[in-house]
């Protein structure tokens, strides 16, 4: 089957909510293959991001996402990638439907609660960004 990445962002650990973003995981059936709780250095967070460096929220971007800890994580299970970024809502809580996690537990487009690979190719490259050596 499928394997995804996720990562909890430091404004959703923040507001201690990482709890019941794993349980939602959970129970819309994924499997979490790995865990691992980190605090993004910038280059790390840069390397991450490095497809949105021309993009004018750029900065901003990486200073929240190296502001605090985040949990990065590798998710497994049917159509993992497609359903992980459906359970997450869209970019912007304020559009993202009832229910999701985004609609939940994100403020704004820049401070979302989560992140989801968007498709084979970048969770590869996500998952092995921060579990190197990991079997995709
Ligand atoms: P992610 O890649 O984090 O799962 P996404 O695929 O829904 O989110 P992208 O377009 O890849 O959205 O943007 C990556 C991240 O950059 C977003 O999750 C958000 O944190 C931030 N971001 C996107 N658009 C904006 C914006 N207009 N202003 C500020 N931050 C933004
Ligand atoms: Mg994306």
């Known amino acids: 089957t499928e394997k995804t990445f996720a990562i909890v962002k430091p404004d959703a650990v923040e ?23 980190m605090h993004m250095s910038r280059p790390i967070a840069e390397g991450f991001y490095h497809v949105h460096k021309a993009r004018p929220f750029f900065g901003e971007l990486v200073e929240f996402m190296t502001r605090g ?5 590798v998710l497994e299970g049917e159509n993992a990638i497609a359903k992980w970024r ?28 989560t992140h989801g690979s968007d498709g084979p190719d970048t969770a590869k490259f996500e998952i092995g960004w921060f579990f190197p050596g990991y079997d995709v």
């Open 15 to 37: 507001k201690n909510h990482i709890g019941a973003i794993l349980a939602l995981i959970e129970k819309n059936g994924l499997k979490i293959r790995a865990l691992r709780m």
């Open 69 to 73: 800890p985040c949990v990065v994580m």
């Open 86 to 113: 459906e359970l997450m809502g869209a970019t912007d809580p304020a559009k993202a439907a009832e229910g999701t996690v985004r609609k939940l537990y994100g403020a704004n487009v820049g401070e979302n609660a």
